[in-house]
């Protein structure tokens, strides 16, 4: 594999030349998405009944949570569509910065 750029990194959600990276996706580790999979991003405000509470996992069986213990504190999910059941749903450090980069690739 060729040694790819850090666009972005916040610990939990990183972006590379080539892919979304999702820290803690999983019990056992890093979900990384390429960015060609991607079929786009919406961007959700969190609200208590949907997702700020949920640390990890899933409260409805469509939407997985990253770990993400500060989750609480934030305001704003991407929804990460890729034409499955399962919607990956982060909520990196600056929202603003991964839907940039996100819709960059998608576009470009």
């Known amino acids: ?3 790819v750029g850090m666009i972005y990194d916040d610990g939990r ?3 590379d030349d080539a892919s979304l990276i999702i ?3 999983y019990p056992w580790g890093t979900k990384r998405i390429p960015y060609s999979s991607i079929r786009s991003v919406e961007r959700r405000p969190l609200r208590p009944v949907r ?3 949920r640390l990890w996992g899933s409260g409805d069986f469509r939407h997985w949570w990253n770990l993400d213990p500060s989750r609480p504190h934030k305001t704003v999910a991407l929804e990460i569509e890729l ?3 399962t919607v990956p749903t982060i909520t990196p450090d600056d929202p ?3 839907e940039r980069i996100l819709m ?5």
């Open 104 to 108: 960059e690739h998608l576009s470009g």
């Open 96 to 98: 603003s910065a991964v």
């Open 83 to 85: 034409g499955r059941r």
């Open 23 to 25: 820290r803690r996706y």
């Open 1 to 3: 594999m060729q040694n």
């Open 13 to 15: 959600i990183a972006c």
């Open 51 to 53: 997702g700020r509470w």
